[in-house]
């Protein structure tokens, strides 16, 4: 996974350098009369519709992931700190000590040189996450319903795969795709929500670089802004485009991630612990996980992750 991180990277500064790019090619074309060919300023409005949707995803992800806490989380109780201001506050309630004494177990069995912060969700769902950036950062959150409802081998599978995540970093990972992905693949949802936006989005830098030449004394014509609009068509379509060829990737990291952290969660544990979790996700919140799965769907189904852990099975497990 560091030559992914690596690769994840150096993709995010291609995609930064990209919208510079973008920018400069069209305020310059409309704003300083620099000249462009026809397809390089094409190009440039593609890439600059998408990569400005993408920077305001980016800036999303960076101020959701990298804050210490999560206690300004609507629907979230912390139960636990290694912080001891921050436990004053905390709220274990009736069964935090429960999770609180298995996420001390399953942390010191996997390794983790810091506790993480544990956080209790009051989303319906039965589930689990974990997050953080770093060992001082790492968090754990559990869905009060699975933490009511879960037995304690079935607790135990769900708060050992959380913490696989934090033994590889999975969170870093996920936030360097959510950057680098996440972005452009929503950008078909959103201009398929509102086309307003995306033309407001295109009309940007043409209304900067106006302005600019218009207060350097020239003039705009029209048939600059219709060779501008020629090209909105192509603008629409680009991002479709852009989500077959990245979106595929992207998910299958997502899908192999879990395999791997059931698989370690399952050496912390055992397989069949790894199985009663996932058995109980199943029966509380059935609506989890799907039935069938396409190429850009970022969770396995159901049945491909308890083939996966049945796999892992030997006699002597």
């Not at 350098?17 to 074309?29: D, E, N, P, S």
């Not at 290694?82 to 996997?110: F, H, K, Q, W």
Request: with cysteine; hydrophobic share 50%; charged share 20%.
């Amino acid at each position: 996974m560091f030559l992914l991180r690596v690769f994840l990277v150096v993709f995010i500064f291609v995609l930064a350098g990209l919208t510079l790019w973008a920018w400069w090619v069209v305020v310059g074309r409309y704003g300083y009369d620099i000249s462009h060919g026809g397809w390089t300023i094409l190009v440039a409005l593609m890439v600059l519709v998408c990569m400005t949707l993408w920077v305001l995803s980016a800036i999303r992800t960076f101020r959701t992931n990298l804050r210490a806490d999560l206690q300004a989380e609507e629907g979230l109780r912390l139960v636990f700190s290694p912080e001891p201001e921050e436990m004053r506050a905390a709220d274990p309630g009736p069964n935090g000590y429960r999770l609180i004494g298995l996420v001390r177990e399953l942390t010191d069995i996997a390794g983790l040189t810091d506790l993480p912060r544990v956080y209790v969700s009051d989303v319906g769902a039965a589930y689990g996450s974990a997050g953080g950036i770093s060992s001082r950062r790492y968090f754990v959150t559990i869905s009060a319903s699975a933490l009511t409802q879960f037995d304690d081998q079935e607790l135990r599978g769900l708060v050992a795969h959380e913490i696989a995540h934090l033994t590889q970093c999975d969170s870093l990972t996920l936030i360097l795709i959510g950057v680098a992905f996440d972005g452009i693949l929503k950008i078909p949802g959103v201009l398929a929500k509102s086309v307003k936006y995306m033309l407001a989005v295109m009309a940007i830098p043409l209304v900067i670089g106006g302005a600019v030449k218009l207060y350097v004394g020239g003039t705009v014509g029209r048939s600059e802004l219709a060779e501008a609009g020629l090209f909105y068509g192509a603008v629409l379509i680009t991002p479709w485009i852009l989500t077959m060829i990245l979106g595929w990737p992207a998910a299958a990291v997502h899908r192999a991630i879990e395999y791997r952290a059931d698989a370690i969660a399952a050496e912390l544990t055992s397989s069949q612990t790894i199985l009663a979790s996932l058995r109980a996700i199943k029966r509380i919140s059935p609506d989890e996980f799907s039935d069938e799965r396409s190429a850009y769907d970022t969770v396995p189904t159901y049945r491909e992750l308890t083939e996966a852990l049945e796999a892992l099975e030997s006699p002597g497990r």
